[in-house]
C-alpha cells in the first residue's frame, strides 16, 4: 500500500530539459520497484522507465534510452525521471508506478499516481 504523487511537469520546448518527482507515502519505499509511464491523447499507456528497489538496475523504452533516466532516493521516499532533449513527441501525461516485486519490468504495477502533463513544444 503506497501513495505515489507525481510533480514537475509542464510546459517546454523541444531540446528542453524536464525533472518530474514522484513523493510516496509511508517507510516501505525501499520495497518496491519503480516505473514511469506516459500516455498521450487517444494512445494507449506505454512503459517509459523502471528500477530495482535500490536503483542500481533500470530499464529503459527504446524510445528514450540515452535522453531519459530514472533514479531514486529511498531516504526521500521520492523517485525521478529526468527528461534532457525532449521531442514533441514526448508530451503526453506521466504517471509514477510501484510494484512489489524484484525485477523490474514494464508491467505488472500495482499502485499509479495521478499523473503530470509534459507538453513539447516545437
Known amino acids: 500500500q503506497v501513495q505515489l504523487v507525481e510533480s514537475g511537469g509542464g510546459l517546454v520546448q523541444a531540446g528542453g530539459s524536464l525533472r518530474l518527482s514522484c513523493a510516496a507515502s509511508g517507510r516501505t519505499f525501499g520495497n518496491y520497484v519503480m516505473g514511469w509511464f506516459r500516455q498521450a491523447p487517444g494512445k494507449e499507456r506505454e512503459f517509459v522507465a523502471a528500477?530495482?528497489?535500490?536503483?542500481?538496475?533500470?530499464s529503459y523504452a527504446d524510445s528514450v534510452k540515452g535522453r531519459f533516466t530514472i533514479s531514486r532516493d529511498n531516504v526521500k521516499n521520492t523517485v525521478y525521471l529526468q527528461m534532457n532533449s525532449l521531442k514533441p513527441e514526448d508530451t503526453a501525461i506521466y504517471y509514477c508506478a510501484a510494484k512489489v516485486g524484484l525485477q523490474i519490468t514494464s508491467a505488472g504495477y500495482d499502485y499509479w499516481g495521478q499523473g503530470t502533463q509534459v507538453a513539447v513544444s516545437s
Open positions: 528500477c530495482d528497489r535500490r536503483g542500481t538496475s533500470t
